[in-house]
């Protein structure tokens, strides 16, 4: 079975312009997390969504990062305009709820790297 | 103070050793704990859940101590594939987990 999908893994862009990034969840899993991680605050919950509808987008950084689940099987992640601190890997990750705390468990795509420059 | 606190290392060990790695976290009412684990410019995969009797994974074993709010992870008998960094991450009654900064292992031959 895929895994979770991200595209592009890698992005480079300068300073105001707009980024997009692509997440395509396992198949069946009915949650979808987004993260980002950097050297120096680590891995960070930006947003999640259960069953299309964003449930927590506390973590969102600020009004530059939008993120989107137009169906079950694609969201978007976009920051518009980029700044070179937003450089960092943005995961994507999903999960099934069957109501299994210890078992239920996050799979993670293989990241974009993103730097803006 | 962080969520998940672990000491981020490096812990560099020689093969055939057993090495423990540390994690406390700051909420009480957190539901379940797991370990993950990151290879250098990799993402997180689950390494094993941890329960609240402990439990064991081959060489990996995993402790829970809800009174002190300490998790722990031992590996034996170290392997070269063992190096990456552990993540301890906690889960609220919520869907999203909280991650440690990591810990990075490199298993010397």
């Known amino acids: 079975d895929a895994g979770v999908i991200q595209s592009p893994r890698h992005e480079v862009t300068e300073m105001g312009q707009e980024v997009t990034l692509r997440c395509k969840p396992i198949?069946?899993?009915?949650?979808l997390f987004w993260y980002r991680q950097t050297m120096m605050r680590g891995l960070e919950l930006l947003i999640y969504f259960n069953n299309n509808v964003p449930i927590d987008d506390s973590g969102m950084p600020e009004d530059r990062f939008s993120a989107k689940m137009p169906n079950a099987s694609f969201s978007t992640l976009k920051i518009q305009p980029s700044e070179p601190r937003d450089s960092a890997v943005y995961f994507c990750a999903s999960s099934l709820d069957r109501g299994q705390l210890y078992t239920d468990t996050q799979y993670f795509g293989p990241g974009t790297r993103l730097t803006v420059l | 103070r962080k969520e998940v606190e672990q000491d981020p290392g490096p812990f560099n060990v020689p093969e055939g050793a057993t090495v423990a790695f540390n994690c406390t976290y700051s909420?009480?009412?957190?539901?379940?704990f797991f370990w993950y684990r990151q290879d250098c410019r990799k993402e997180p995969k689950l390494l094993m859940s941890v329960y609240s009797s402990g439990n064991e994974d081959g060489r990996f074993t995993a402790q829970l101590n809800r009174a002190s709010q300490y998790i722990s992870l031992l590996i034996r008998d170290s392997k070269l594939s063992d190096s990456a960094t552990y993540l301890c991450v906690v889960r609220g009654s919520a869907r999203q987990l909280t991650f440690g900064s990591g810990t990075q292992l490199t298993v010397l031959p």
């Open positions: 198949s069946g899993h009915d949650y």
């Open positions: 909420n009480s009412a957190s539901q379940s």
